[in-house]
């Protein structure tokens, strides 16, 4: 557990006041509640220093949930024992309910419910607090410009780097729900640091008009993963819209997803049972990179 990153976060502008984006619990530095907030949870191989360089996948949990999904959902510690991968689970601020989240979404971006009442006492804990429909432009350019949990992710990748041997060409993100959203606000602004994202369950821009603030420099491998049952409007969106968009970015040969599945049909598997689950894959991408979509049996 290492955090060298909350003596700089203040810097942000978001925190001076720059932004209508500042709000609730993120306009004091030292408002983190819970003792992990912000940490990080890594997962070495045995013996690391006799491996060389070595790839990264760095973890981000969904709304309400914390670093312990790393192992205890998701299993990534089978990449560390198994491929010599390095896994770093990190952990969000806290809202004002004292939920950990990430400014990675248009959908949602935590429950901002406090309030100073006339007597200068705060409440909190209000009711309906999830107030961000209709982001300003600014707004919507700052979650993937001047965010302040990106600034939070390149501090944790600079750490990696000064205590272990990385492989910096295999530097990975995964996320699921919120992480899922924030992952791609990533790809937005670091393409040129990751190699590829798995995004489970999340887009980030919910809108097609967004997607024109996501400005990616570099090509990338973009994973996503759905469920079938997801709401009508998500799999249109997906389908029409999130990953196209990846698809022209990598200049692929084709900008839509097939409509049969490209492979034989795969188990995935986080809690619970394994899952059948259709992959649709669009391989030729001139820029690099590449774009697929798995789709898995049952709910989300």
């Known amino acids: 557990i290492y955090m060298p990153w909350t003596s700089s976060i203040c810097n942000n502008k978001r925190f001076l006041g720059g932004s209508t984006l500042a709000h609730g619990c993120s306009k004091s530095c030292g408002c983190c509640g819970r003792e992990q907030c912000m940490q990080i949870e890594v997962h070495l191989p045995d013996n690391p220093q006799a491996l060389g360089e070595m790839p990264l996948v760095l973890f981000f949990h969904g709304y309400s949930t914390d670093s312990t999904w790393t192992t205890k959902r998701y299993f990534l510690d089978n990449l560390v024992a198994n491929e010599h991968y390095i896994v770093i689970g990190l952990n969000g601020r806290q809202d004002d309910i004292g939920f950990p989240y990430w400014l990675g979404s248009t959908k949602f971006l935590g429950r901002m419910g406090r309030q100073t009442l006339e007597n200068g006492t705060v409440e909190e804990n209000i009711e309906g607090a999830n107030n961000n429909d209709n982001l300003t432009e600014e707004q919507l350019w700052m979650l993937s410009h001047d965010n302040i949990d990106v600034d939070y992710v390149k501090k944790v990748i600079e750490y990696a780097n000064e205590a272990f041997i ?35 369950q999340g887009y980030g821009y919910y809108d097609e008009a967004g997607w024109q603030h996501c400005t990616p420099t570099h090509p990338i491998h973009i994973l996503q993963v759905d469920a079938k049952d997801i709401a009508s409007e998500e799999k ?5 819209v999130y990953l196209p968009f990846w698809a022209s970015h990598n200049r692929c040969n084709h900008t839509h997803m097939p409509a049969e599945p490209s492979d034989q049909r795969i188990k995935t598997t986080a809690s619970g049972a394994p899952s059948d689950t259709d992959v649709y894959r669009i391989k030729e991408c001139v820029a690099g990179g ?7 049996d049952g709910p989300r």
């Open 290 to 296: 590449s774009v697929t979509h798995w789709v898995k």
């Open 236 to 240: 249109a969106f997906a389908r029409d």
């Open 166 to 200: 990385i492989d910096n060409a295999r530097i990975f993100a995964v996320g699921t729900g919120l992480g899922g959203d924030f992952v791609n606000m990533l790809a937005c602004n670091m393409s040129d640091v990751f190699a590829g994202i798995v995004s489970d």
